[in-house]
């Protein structure tokens, strides 16, 4: 369960609490049970979040954002083959798809939205294979992901997963290779500490 102030509890009880009124009076809705879900699993709900996805999986088959958070929610319950299987069919249904921006239910401190569907699906689809310890495909995704890192925050932390898994597949010069593509000069909004470990191994911090 996350660590989760008194204050910052009651908001997000709140906002949960908002978001399934609005999902049971607009049932046909299917943003209102994307919220529903992903407000469940920020008080730490995983089980009873991974339901609702399951219902939007089942209402829409053809929308792989369903998919993209139930699949992430698989993993924080380290359930991570059924994760794999929920992002891979998330992916292939994005193939031919324009990415989209996702709009942030715990904003940062700009208020600007960073990561999109299809960084996320790869980014945890990279992530799934990686903790079960098929580094080949994780890296595979990872270079995928790298594609739709196009902004400073979500190029650092595809960078560090990225570095990581070259470094223990024992693949230490494209590890140095991509290591070098770390500026020293990035301005970030929310993943500094990946950026700082970064800089630790490039041996600028």
């Not at 399951?54 to 059924?82: M, Q, V």
């Amino acid at each position: 369960m996350p660590v989760i102030s008194l204050e910052a509890r009651a908001k997000m009880e709140k906002h949960l609490e908002e978001a399934r009124i609005q999902w049971e009076n607009s049932p046909n809705n299917k943003e209102a049970l994307i919220w529903y879900g992903r407000r469940l699993a920020y008080l730490g709900l995983y089980r009873e979040a991974v339901d609702v996805f399951s219902k939007g999986t089942l209402l829409w088959p053809g929308d792989a954002r369903f998919l993209r958070h139930r699949g992430h929610r698989y993993i924080t319950l380290r359930c991570n083959r059924e994760a794999i299987a929920d992002l891979e069919k998330a992916n292939s249904l994005m193939k031919n798809k324009p990415d989209e921006i996702e709009p942030d239910g715990l904003p940062n401190a700009a208020n600007i939205p960073l990561s999109t569907l299809k960084s996320n699906i790869t980014y945890h689809l990279g992530l799934a294979y990686f903790l079960e310890g098929d580094l080949e495909l994780a890296e595979h995704f990872w270079k995928e992901g790298m594609a739709f890192s196009t902004n400073p925050d979500m190029f650092v932390a595809t960078t560090y997963w990225l570095y990581i898994t070259l470094r223990l597949a024992g693949k230490e010069e494209k590890a140095r290779e991509l290591l070098n593509q770390v500026s020293p000069d990035l301005q970030l909004i929310e993943n500094i500490d990946y950026y700082n470990i970064l800089l630790l191994y490039k041996g600028k911090h």
